[in-house]
């Protein structure tokens, strides 16, 4: 028997689909429609939304054109907007655009730090320090992420203890908070509800997020048990949105409407309009042609086909 | 704090793809193609199979040959096959045509009862206890299923105390097992939990199985809380086919590979091949064009594309 009372009271979103979600397209939205996704975003509610990377345009061309998005977005009361950047190049970039709110980033297995960042993960905490120092100049708040927190596609299992040390790390550099990824969506209920357990008797709640990808189906029942260890910030995407990189057609990132769904269920606030959030999933579908994987958002559209009950 | 250890050793699967799967189809199945169904879904290692239902083709044209499947189908060692009979009729066809296990239904809203079963809830329980007596008469054994009991589309809230009296009638009657349906997908994690607890509480671990829809993404979430709980036995539908009849497009039934997929993330055995699972799902897309809707066949066929890792 267990006490199914002790989630949270409150959650925050942190809405990763213009960059999470976009990166993995196979197609490239103009900056116009990025705009517009974001705006759609802020209008629904989400209050921390990452708009893009200042990643390489030949690694990620999806987000090439960050610079310009960065200069155009328009002002958005009460939105923190976030943007990722992989090294001192791209943290100039962001400095030159505008970007005020940073996310930098570490990978918890050796094969994927060298594939993903291009260099060992001695020199991707060495990278972060760096940027956590030009950042602290600029007064710059940074969020820390750590990749494949719950299993490596090239290595299988992962330390949680050394995801623990890294995500340390980059607090004591000054991260406002760490997220542990699970990357490619390898997580199982049973240990992220450990892992939840030690990440919040190390952290606290205020200091850690949460990010799932529903690759395997087990998106929403990863995020529901770290919500019953008591974990209240997630990463989510926009229609479930950003498939895994080597798995071209595997669903995304956890949906945000599909996670508001859950929360909703389960009393649990969020501070965000389900029905606006449904509205971004088709404008996603039907507009930006980009391929939604919620299932709120189909059911939605069914009922929509058959009339309301 | 919770202790995540919980789950049973071993959980017991019911595959209702044959019949409450393909029942939502647009399209009507081949006496064949339904064969073949049937025969990989038992190479995969399922011991109960829903095959089909002798329901008024009328109503149900996808299940309208399940007399000619019957007749034809071979012996699949240690395979239970079972068909659904929603009336004396049903039965008379049911055992014409050399049916041996067998379901009946009731439904727990009014509304559904009247509209799925033609019939107020208190006839559909006349009609059981009519079909119980006929099966008692000729040892067939049976199983009972309570339509909606996580919610109704047509009245919303179901009292889960009727559900719980409509199962344990069904019990009383000679019924095998009950299985609680969340017909429509409306149930979440909060209420199910809940819910399980009372129902083992009534009815013990052996006599019990749950019976999600993934319509609104929360399918697998409920298993999960269920699991939890100590429920061992749940419906599944091989490649999550069967959308809501009231919802077209929507994701159906949870799928048995996701479901899987979850039991050997937690070390949960099953006695099903999860390759050979998805070699089902793959079938039902490529061969049957049936439209799957599982997490782990979409991964899985990216994987085929992207290479192993």
């Given at each position: 028997m267990q006490d199914h009372q002790r989630w949270?009271?409150?959650v925050r979103l942190f809405e990763v689909g213009p960059r999470d979600g976009l990166q993995h397209e196979p197609s490239t939205l103009p900056v116009a429609t990025r705009l517009e996704f974001i705006r759609r975003l802020a209008e629904a509610g989400l209050r921390?939304?990452?708009i893009g990377s200042f990643v390489h345009p030949r690694w990620v061309p999806q987000m090439a054109d960050t610079d310009d998005l960065v200069a155009r977005i328009p002002s958005l009361t009460g939105v923190r907007l976030w943007a990722l950047v992989p090294n001192l190049t791209g943290f100039a970039r962001a400095v030159a655009a505008g970007a005020t709110n940073l996310c930098f980033l570490v990978s918890a297995s050796e094969t994927h730090s060298r594939k993903n960042l291009n260099r060992p993960i001695a020199e991707a905490i060495a990278e972060v320090e760096r940027l956590a120092e030009a950042a602290a100049r600029r007064g710059?708040?940074?969020?820390g992420y750590v990749s494949v927190a719950f299993g490596c596609p090239y290595e299988g299992a992962v330390d949680f203890g050394a995801v623990l040390t890294l995500a340390r790390r980059m607090l004591d550099l000054g991260?406002?908070?760490v997220s542990l990824g699970d990357t490619t969506g390898m997580g199982n209920p049973r240990q992220v509800g450990e892992a939840a357990r030690q990440?919040?008797?190390e952290f606290g709640p205020d200091k850690l997020a949460l990010h799932f990808h529903d690759t395997r189906g087990l998106g929403m029942t990863n995020a529901y048990v770290a919500l019953e260890e008591g974990v209240n910030s997630f990463d989510t995407s926009a229609g479930g949105i950003g498939g895994c990189p080597y798995a071209p057609g595997a669903a995304g990132?956890?949906?945000?409407e599909d996670l508001v769904q859950l929360l909703r269920s389960l009393g649990v606030e969020c501070a965000v309009d389900f029905d606006k959030l449904i509205s971004v999933a088709r404008w996603l579908d039907a507009e930006a042609?980009?391929?939604v994987h919620s299932r709120s958002h189909r059911y939605a559209c069914s009922q929509a086909t058959a009339g309301a009950h």
């Open positions: 949270p009271e409150r921390d939304i990452e710059a708040p940074w969020r991260a406002r908070q990440a919040l008797d990132n956890l949906s945000t042609k980009v391929r």
